[in-house]
């Protein structure tokens, strides 16, 4: 299979991106009149991860913008759009749970501090760090909640967030073609290194609402690490482009996602 990266540019990733807000719009909110019932260790790690998702994404499209490609700089925009929308759902689920929102947590703002002092390609691999744990989190929220307007919020941000994913690799796996083979081969275990601390820190700060969601730290930890396994041999080469998530527009993407069964491993981060 021909993964997005292989085609010339990012046209149809804004093509992909531009017919999700039409579909988001056209599909409306979800019914957040009939409430929720959580536990209170689920709302605690909803409330956290609102926090991470709900940033304005401007410090992202700079360095986009810097990059000198319109074509993906307009699509870093409505990726962070997608994100912003994100923290407004968790808010809004929060809310029918009868839980406020939280003004911030220690871990993210270290996470966006590290992401401000780095150049475009340092800014997507922490990002993808928290993109990827966001995929198993939501899964398990999806999945475990017991709740049915949980349930569907988590798995419209689980939709979007697989194809979060294989977008940032495609941006990444093109930044790292033209850099020498010393330091492509530094980059992977630095890369691994933040995401098994980041990870760690996610099990730790998280682990009761896991455990509540029917998914065990060791569990977790091993699922992320499998699906940043995938990711991180797409973007040097080693995996098969496109093996994370079909291309926009190809069946078994999007729609499919939205409709049904579990996908592969399972964080956003703030945009």
Same mark, same amino acid.
């Given at each position: 299979m021909r993964g997005v990266?292989?085609?010339?540019?990012? #046209?149809e990733w804004l093509r992909d991106f531009r017919a999700e807000a039409v579909r988001r719009e056209g599909d409306g909110d979800p019914g957040w009149a009939r409430g929720a019932r959580l536990d209170r260790r689920v709302l605690r790690s909803l409330q956290r991860f609102q926090v991470g998702e709900d940033g304005d994404g401007s410090n992202l499209m700079a360095k986009a913008a810097e990059a000198g490609d319109e074509v993906y700089a307009e699509a870093v925009r409505l990726f962070v759009a997608e994100e912003r929308n994100h923290a407004r759902m968790l808010a809004a689920l929060l809310a029918a749970a009868g839980a406020p929102t939280i003004a911030g947590h220690w871990s993210d703002a270290v996470f966006v501090r590290l992401r401000?002092?780095?150049? @475009?390609?340092? #800014? @997507?691999?922490?990002l993808m760090v928290a993109e990827v744990i966001a995929l198993r989190y939501y899964r398990a929220v999806r999945d475990g909640s017991g709740d049915r307007l949980a349930s569907e919020v988590a798995g419209r941000i689980l939709a979007d967030e697989r194809r979060h994913v294989p977008f940032h690799r495609d941006r990444l796996r093109e930044s790292f073609r033209s850099l020498p083979g010393v330091v492509r081969a530094g980059a992977r275990p630095a890369w691994w290194t933040l995401m098994l601390g980041a990870c760690a820190v996610?099990?730790?700060d998280?682990?009761?609402?896991?455990r509540r969601l029917g998914v065990p730290r060791a569990v977790f930890a091993a699922d992320v690490a499998a699906l940043f396994a995938a990711v991180t041999g797409e973007v040097f080469g080693a995996g098969e482009a496109g093996s994370l998530t079909p291309p926009p527009g190809t069946p078994g993407g999007r729609r499919a996602v939205r409709g049904g069964g579990p996908p592969p491993g399972g964080a956003g981060g703030r945009a």
């Open positions: 990266g292989d085609r010339p540019g990012f #046209e401000r002092v780095l150049g @475009l390609r340092l #800014e @997507l691999m922490v996610v099990v730790w998280h682990g009761s609402a896991l």
